[in-house]
């Protein structure tokens, strides 16, 4: 099916996006005023919704937020504000991502005889306990006041750049717009700064509520990914989840359909699920198998 084909639900989007900032906004000020079991229940919603939030930015860097290219990468940036990160190298991330699906450099759940298994062992654990989610804004403002790390030799010519494909994913910073990247910096960190002050969060409500994120997040990266075909189209699976938890997640975890087609957008994933496949893993099934580590790579 041709791009001009697939449906772009603009008012049903911004709808969502609307409700989810709603949402988030209403999660992180009661985090911060609330203690014990209210100060946990709200992390948990925001976990949820702010994956959701997470779920529209990744609609929009394939396009398919918005059928009004300016609309879509304003609301883009909007859903980037809340991750936060710049909407500009967070698409040239994900969609090297793309490229590069369970090619060598992004086998993380394999472990090959040359691998360093320490530095596996560390980036594994890392996606499965959410510190992995710590690195994308970290990158982010060091790339805003220090740009030039980015291109250092030690974090691409060397076999550690090679087992995390960091080289790869910087060789996409190189092709930027690096004043508009970093113009997408700054109105994510003044957009926090913002909801700080106006919201008058505290540091412990802020930091419960984005670790509980991170965790939820992190995991489900690299579960609908991990253990599937070695084949950069197929190499995902469309992850058995509950109905609810799948409608809270604009069915992100139809991973294999999203990669066959990632031009379509979410409202279309069910429909592009081949009927005939084998029966996928579930979510909670594939993310328990995870926490046994990498497993040796498949001949």
């Known amino acids: 099916m041709s791009r001009s084909h697939w449906k772009r639900p603009n008012i049903l989007n911004l709808g969502i996006m609307s ?22 229940g709200a992390a948990l919603v925001f976990s949820y919704s702010n994956h959701g939030m997470y779920a529209l930015l990744h609609e929009a860097i394939h396009g398919a937020f918005h059928s009004d290219r300016r609309v879509n990468d304003w609301a883009g940036r909007w859903c980037s504000a809340f991750f936060p990160t710049s909407y500009r190298l967070q698409r040239a991330f994900h969609l090297t991502h ?7 450099s992004e086998q993380w ?16 654990y890392s996606i499965l306990t959410g510190l992995y989610w710590l690195f994308v804004p970290l990158a982010s403002v060091l790339y805003l006041f220090f740009p030039g790390l980015l291109r250092l030799s030690l974090l691409r010519d060397t ?19 690096h004043t508009g990247a970093r ?6 960190l003044a957009f926090q700064t913002a909801l700080y002050f106006l919201l008058d969060l505290s540091p412990p409500g802020w930091l419960i509520c984005y670790a509980a994120f991170a965790f939820n997040w992190s995991s489900l990266q690299y579960a609908d990914h991990a253990f599937s075909p070695l084949d950069v189209t197929n190499g995902a699976w469309n992850l058995r989840t509950h109905p609810f938890v799948r409608a809270l997640l604009l069915n992100y975890p139809l991973h294999r359909a999203h990669h066959q087609h990632p031009n379509a957008s979410w409202v279309e994933l069910p429909h592009l699920v081949d009927p005939n496949e084998e029966p996928q893993p579930g979510y909670l099934e594939n993310w328990l198998r995870m926490w046994k580590g990498p497993e040796r790579l498949p001949e």
């Open 19 to 40: 409700a989810l900032t709603l949402c988030n906004t209403t999660m992180l000020w009661y985090a911060s005023h609330a203690r014990g079991w209210g100060l946990l």
């Open 109 to 124: 759940d394999y472990l090959r005889p040359e691998d360093n298994k320490f530095l596996k062992l560390c980036q594994w």
């Open 159 to 177: 076999d550690m750049a090679g087992q995390t494909a960091a080289d790869e994913y910087l060789g996409a910073v190189d092709k930027l717009d």
């Open 183 to 188: 113009l997408d910096v700054l109105f994510s």
């Open 98 to 104: 793309h490229r590069n699906n369970r090619t060598k």
